[in-house]
């Protein structure tokens, strides 16, 4: 259930002017279906970015963010 509260720019409006009515979400039947891959194909795509995201993960972190990290740590443990 929502609730909305009005601020006085919510009631600010000329004449002729109508608020918009809230809209209500879609009923389940009303949505188009969602594609979807055959087993195949979504099992290649997820070993393939696998692949991409370990290689990606096995890189050094940069030596300019690591001090960044630095900084940040040192000014959390001087509070």
């Known amino acids: 259930m929502q609730h909305r509260l ?3 720019e919510d009631c600010k409006r000329t004449d002729g002017e109508l608020p918009e009515p809230e809209r209500q979400p879609e ?3 009303a949505k ?3 594609a979807q891959l055959p ?3 979504a099992q290649l795509i997820g070993q393939r970015m696998r692949a ?3 290689t990606i993960a096995q890189e050094p972190v940069p030596e300019d963010l690591l001090e960044l990290i630095r900084q940040l740590e040192a000014k959390e ?3």
Do not use: I, L, N, Q
């Open 6 to 8: 009005d601020t006085p």
């Open 27 to 29: 009923s389940e039947a």
């Open 32 to 34: 188009p279906p969602v």
């Open 39 to 41: 087993g195949f194909a």
């Open 52 to 54: 991409m995201y370990d």
């Open 77 to 79: 443990r001087s509070k």
